[in-house]
């Protein structure tokens, strides 16, 4: 297994956009970020981890401005924290290893894969090609592709 976790190093790395989402619990701005309108297949993780997230397989339009997908493409990589802030309640959804706010889930997704949207904040995010998986040491997730219908 390979060993995701935040490392000084990976936080320096970071723009200020993505320091403020994923270490500050801020959310980019809708409809103005990298992957909300991407649809290249491939495996979206940690930015600060690598910890493997989403697969483009599980990614859906909501119309909501932020990339949704319908689940994790390995649940034990998302956590799922109780947030009370800024005068709502809703389901927090943060990486186990890199402790990353990636954003929310909510019960308003696509029924036919679940009913979950999970709306997480590009800045959170790194995408990797399917073609770059192995190469990028992901190989074990091209599985989930090549098992899809």
């Known amino acids: 297994m390979a060993d995701y976790r935040k490392t000084a190093q990976a936080l320096a790395r970071l723009t200020p956009l993505q320091y403020r989402v ?3 619990s ?20 940690d930015i600060v981890s690598g910890e493997p997230l989403f697969t483009s397989l599980d990614k859906f339009d909501s119309h909501c401005g932020w990339p949704s997908f319908s689940k994790p493409a390995d649940a034990s990589n998302v956590v799922e ?12 959804v943060r990486s ?33 090609a399917l073609a770059d ?3 990028e040491g992901y190989g074990e997730y091209l599985r989930l592709f090549h098992d899809h219908p």
């Open 81 to 92: 924290t109780h947030d009370a802030s800024h005068g709502m309640v809703r389901t927090e």
């Open 22 to 24: 994923t270490q500050e």
């Open 26 to 45: 801020a959310t980019e701005h809708p409809f103005d970020n990298a992957f909300n309108d991407h649809h290249e297949t491939g495996l979206y993780v």
């Open 133 to 135: 998986l192995e190469k």
């Open 96 to 128: 186990r290893h890199g402790d990353s706010h990636l954003g929310h889930v909510f019960d308003d997704g696509p029924r036919d894969r679940g009913g979950l949207r999970y709306c997480i904040n590009s800045a959170s995010l790194r995408f990797i």
